[in-house]
C-alpha cells in the first residue's frame, strides 16, 4: 500500500493537538514510529482521515482512562490459572521478521478466572509484543517490525465452546478499536467440523480486509506455514500429522513444544518484566492498591451480528447431533 503523505500529515497534525495526557500515550504506542502507527489507524478506517482521527482518539481516551500505560506494571493474578485456561504462547519469528503467536483455541476454558482477568492478560500480552518484542524484532533485522502472525489451533474445539464467544468477542473488540492492524494473518489449523460450519457461515458477514487475513489451512497446515515460516518456528501441533499426533501420549507435555505452559521460556520471560517494572514503579513503603479496572468498548454491530450467527449455528448443529443420537 502506497503512504497517503497528505492524509498522515493530517493525522499528525490532530495529534499534536490533543492534550498532553494523550500525546503522552501515543509516544507510548508508536515507539519512535509515529507515522507507521498513523497508517494503522489509517488502513483500518479505509483512508478515511476524519474515521481514522475518531478511531485514534477513541483509542488514546481509552488508553488513558485504564492506564494502560502502565499496565506491565501489573501483576495479574492467578497467573499460572489463566495462562492454564488462557492458552497464549509465541514461537519465534517468521521470515520477515513478524513475531509468531500461538493460541490453543479449542482447548482454552476461559472458565477458572473473571472475565475482566482474561481481557487485562490479553491486553497485556498486546503492550509487551508493542512495546518489547516487536521494538527487538526491528533492531534486530534492520528494517521496521511492526505487526504479527497468529496460528490458531482448534484441536478440541467442540459445540459446548459457545460459552466462550463472549470472553473471545471481549478481546477481537479490544483488538479491532485499540490496536489495528497489528496482526497480518490468522491461521486456522486443525479445525473440526464444528469449525468449518461456523465458518461458512460467518464468512459472508466479515469485511474484506478481515477475511483476506483469515487462512484456514488444511489439517495441520505445516506446508502452507513453511512458505512463511522456519520449520524451528512451526509449532509442533503443525510439524506432525493426525496419524503421528495419535502415536503420541501428550506431545504438550514435553515442554521444549508446550508453548502454552507458564514455564515456557516466552512466559517466564513476560512474568520476569512485569515484575521488575512492578518493583521499579513501587515506592518505599507502598502500600498494596485495589485491582485495576479496564473497561471494554461495546463491540460494533458487525462484531454483534458475527456472534449471533455463530450462536445460532452452533445451536443448530447441536440439535441436528441430537436428532442423531
Same mark, same amino acid.
Given at each position: %500500500?502506497e503512504?497517503? /503523505?497528505e492524509?498522515l500529515?493530517? %493525522?499528525q497534525a490532530f495529534?499534536?493537538?490533543?492534550d498532553?495526557?494523550? $500525546?503522552c500515550?501515543f509516544q507510548? %504506542?508508536?515507539?519512535?514510529?509515529?507515522?507507521?502507527?498513523l497508517? $494503522?489507524?489509517l488502513q483500518a478506517r479505509?483512508g478515511?482521515v476524519?474515521?481514522?482521527?475518531k %478511531?485514534?482518539l477513541?483509542c488514546?481516551?481509552?488508553?488513558a482512562?485504564?492506564?494502560i500505560?502502565?499496565i506491565l506494571?501489573k501483576?495479574?493474578t492467578?497467573?499460572?490459572?489463566?495462562?492454564d485456561?488462557? /492458552?497464549?504462547g509465541?514461537?519465534?519469528?517468521c521470515k520477515?521478521?513478524r &513475531?509468531v503467536?500461538v493460541?490453543?483455541?479449542g482447548?482454552?476454558?476461559?472458565d477458572?478466572?473473571?472475565l475482566?482477568k482474561?481481557?487485562?492478560?490479553h491486553?497485556q500480552?498486546?503492550?509487551?509484543?508493542?512495546?518489547?518484542l516487536? &521494538?527487538?524484532?526491528t533492531k534486530h533485522?534492520? $528494517?521496521y517490525?511492526?505487526?504479527? =502472525?497468529?496460528i490458531?489451533?482448534m484441536?478440541?474445539? +467442540?459445540?459446548?465452546?459457545?460459552?466462550?464467544l463472549k470472553i473471545?468477542?471481549?478481546?477481537?473488540t479490544?483488538d479491532? =478499536?485499540n490496536?489495528p @492492524?497489528?496482526?497480518d494473518? *490468522?491461521?486456522i489449523?486443525n479445525a473440526?467440523?464444528?469449525?468449518?460450519?461456523c465458518w461458512?457461515?460467518?464468512k459472508?458477514? /466479515?469485511?474484506?480486509r478481515t +477475511?483476506r487475513k483469515?487462512?484456514v489451512l488444511?489439517?495441520?497446515?505445516?506446508?502452507? /506455514?513453511? +512458505?512463511?515460516m522456519?520449520?524451528?518456528t512451526?509449532?509442533?501441533f503443525c510439524r506432525?500429522s493426525?496419524?503421528?499426533l495419535a502415536k503420541?501420549?501428550?506431545?504438550?507435555?514435553?515442554?521444549?513444544v508446550n508453548?502454552?505452559?507458564p514455564?515456557?521460556?516466552?512466559h =517466564?520471560?513476560?512474568? +520476569? *518484566?512485569?515484575e521488575? $517494572?512492578?518493583?521499579m514503579g513501587r515506592?518505599l513503603?507502598?502500600?498494596?492498591q485495589p485491582?485495576?479496572?479496564?473497561t471494554?468498548? @461495546?463491540?460494533?454491530?458487525e462484531?454483534t451480528?458475527?456472534?449471533h450467527?455463530? @450462536?445460532?449455528?452452533l445451536?443448530?448443529l447441536a440439535?441436528?447431533k441430537?436428532?442423531m443420537?
Open positions: %500500500m503512504r497517503d /503523505l492524509a500529515k493530517q %493525522m495529534v499534536d493537538g490533543v498532553e495526557k494523550l $500525546r500515550s507510548s %504506542m508508536h515507539q519512535g514510529y509515529p507515522l507507521e502507527t497508517e $494503522r489507524f479505509e478515511n476524519l474515521k481514522a482521527n %478511531m485514534l477513541d488514546l481516551n481509552w488508553r482512562s485504564n492506564r500505560d502502565d506494571s501483576v495479574i492467578p497467573n499460572d490459572v489463566i495462562r485456561s488462557q /492458552l497464549i509465541f514461537s519465534g519469528f520477515k521478521g &513475531p503467536f493460541l490453543g483455541v482447548r482454552s476454558g476461559y477458572r478466572a473473571p475482566d482474561y481481557v487485562k492478560s491486553i500480552l498486546n503492550e509487551y509484543r508493542d512495546r518489547v516487536l &521494538p527487538e524484532a533485522f534492520g $528494517r517490525v511492526g505487526s504479527c =502472525l497468529k490458531l489451533d484441536t478440541g474445539l +467442540k459445540l459446548s465452546s459457545l460459552h466462550r473471545l468477542t471481549a478481546i477481537s479490544v479491532d =478499536l490496536y @492492524e497489528k496482526t494473518a *490468522y491461521y489449523v473440526p467440523f464444528v469449525f468449518t460450519a461458512k457461515a460467518v459472508p458477514l /466479515l469485511q474484506e +477475511k483469515v487462512q488444511h489439517g495441520c497446515g505445516r506446508d502452507e /506455514l513453511l +512458505k512463511v522456519d520449520q524451528n512451526i509449532p509442533q506432525l493426525s496419524k503421528e503420541q501420549k501428550d506431545p504438550s507435555l514435553d515442554m521444549k508453548y502454552f505452559s514455564s515456557h521460556p516466552f =517466564l520471560q513476560l512474568c +520476569k *518484566y512485569i521488575q $517494572r512492578t518493583v515506592p513503603g507502598h502500600v498494596p485491582s485495576f479496572c479496564v471494554f468498548p @461495546e463491540p460494533d454491530d462484531s451480528e458475527v456472534v450467527v455463530i @450462536e445460532s449455528t445451536e443448530r440439535a441436528a441430537k436428532g443420537v
